[in-house]
């Protein structure tokens, strides 16, 4: 007798506790780019165990490019993938069947900065005049193709200014090359996310920000853009639907711990975790400048308007209709 109440005691406090963590988490792989803002969503749910908490084995996998990151997402090596929200569209334009279900970064992350001495006397007319003060540059892009690519020649031509004949524009690649360039005087332009732009104008204090589009500055297509969002297979979607909202819910609690001012100190200490060797007075910058653009609803809008930045760019043959891109079973309406 005393066997078999012990027994059920087991079975009982198993019961009990009976959840994700006691059942065992579902494990997934995530492609990500090291160090970079656009990314900083999946950083913090990795790092204050908020996947886990929704019962997500997670793993980071890190790669050194955004076409990386979706090949790893098509080929099936990782089961999600923090992707430019761009790419779902251009691979979907080519057959590939990926979809995106919540936006890890919603606004368009970048910053045109230009070296101190470049003068800009058309700045107090703002976008697009000050455009024009760019002509007879050389202006750094982080590849050719890129988002930074496209976006740097929408800028320019919105300016008046001929990509291929007013400015030079040179790929000079990731961080530190990208510093070091503006730095030596190779550019004296450049096009691209933080860390970038926060450590070459307050960091390093060789650079000023001529447009900057987390402000709100810039054409209108970029104030509303879902730029990067949680992206996977449409088959693997379908055959993990309870994965699937279990990486939506975690996304959208670490959009709401992001979006709380009182866990801002503890988000800087994320991002110490993640870009070491930065000036922790730098990251604190870079979260006030960005801590906006972090919400996790793709809007109609948004994906239209990347449907005419990847138009324009000759990348895709026609817009996309919203529901080719988004997976609306699992995608928030709303955030509050």
Avoid: W
């Avoid at 979809?99 to 058309?122: G, Q």
């Avoid at 709401?256 to 604190?284: H, M, Q, S």
């Amino acid at each position: 007798m005393k066997v078999f109440v012990l027994a059920l005691a087991l079975v009982l406090t198993a019961i009990t506790v009976s959840g994700p963590d006691a059942q065992g988490r579902t494990p997934v792989k995530i492609s990500v780019l090291r160090s970079a803002f656009v990314y900083f969503a999946p950083y913090v749910a990795e790092a204050r165990g908020i996947f886990a908490r929704h019962g997500l084995d997670a793993s980071l996998v890190y790669f050194r490019s955004g076409a990386e990151t979706t090949t790893a997402v098509v080929s099936g090596s990782v089961e999600f993938g923090a992707l430019a929200t761009e790419h779902v569209t251009q691979v979907r334009d080519k057959g590939l069947r990926v979809k995106a279900i919540v936006a890890n970064l919603t606004d368009s992350p970048f910053t045109l900065i230009v070296r101190k001495e470049v003068p800009l006397p058309s700045a107090s007319q703002g976008y697009p005049a000050v455009m024009r003060d760019l002509k007879g540059l050389k202006l750094g892009i982080t590849g050719r193709g890129a988002s930074t690519d496209f976006t740097l020649r929408f800028l320019l031509r919105d300016g008046g200014l001929d990509p291929d004949k007013d400015v030079t524009i040179i790929a000079t690649g990731g961080v530190s090359t990208s510093l070091a360039a503006l730095s030596k005087g190779d550019i004296q332009g450049f096009i691209g996310f933080e860390p970038i732009q926060t450590q070459a104008v307050h960091g390093l204090a060789i650079a000023k920000p001529v447009v900057d589009m987390r402000k709100g500055e810039g054409p209108k297509v970029l104030r509303e853009y879902a730029y990067n969002s949680m992206v996977a297979k449409e088959e693997y979607l379908d055959a993990n639907p309870e994965t699937a909202r279990r990486m939506v819910a975690a996304i959208v609690e670490t959009h709401r711990f992001l979006a709380d001012p009182k866990n801002f100190e503890d988000a800087v200490k994320v991002a110490e975790k993640y870009f070491e060797g930065i000036d922790p007075k730098l990251l604190r910058q870079t979260l006030q400048d960005s801590m906006k653009a972090y919400r996790p609803v793709i809007t109609r809008q948004a994906v239209a308007n990347i449907g005419e930045m990847l138009k324009f760019a000759g990348l895709i043959t026609r817009p996309p209709a919203f529901e080719e891109v988004v997976d609306t079973r699992y995608v928030p309406t709303k955030f509050p």
